[in-house]
């Protein structure tokens, strides 16, 4: 990763990525998050963070290339928030998997 100047940037943060570059927020009248890239000792991943409750989440390229295999009924279940965030909010986003369907 480089700085704006061209020059190479040797810091890294307590995970070992290299400091990100800002992507921006991105927001509805449902959620606000900023999208951070960073790079890291395994290749580059993007650091979503939820701005409402500060929680984080990391993707990578297979996870992102997930994203946009999965069929419609699974961005559902998803995306009810009844599943998860608003009945157990306290949990956050350690809940790895959606129950099956």
Do not use: C
Request: aromatic share 6%; proline share 5%; charged share 35%.
């Amino acid at each position: 990763m480089t700085n704006d100047d061209g020059a190479g940037d040797d810091r890294t943060g307590d995970d070992g990525a290299r400091p990100g570059i800002e992507l921006g927020v991105v927001s509805s009248e449902f959620a606000t998050v900023k999208v951070t890239l960073e790079q890291g000792a395994s290749g580059a991943r993007l650091r979503v963070e939820d701005l409402r409750s500060e929680a984080v989440r990391y993707l990578d390229a297979l996870e992102l290339e997930s994203l946009v295999w999965a069929p419609e009924d699974w961005w559902r279940r998803l995306l009810d928030p009844s599943l998860h965030r608003w009945r157990d909010a306290g949990r956050g986003p350690d809940i790895e998997s959606l129950p099956s369907g």
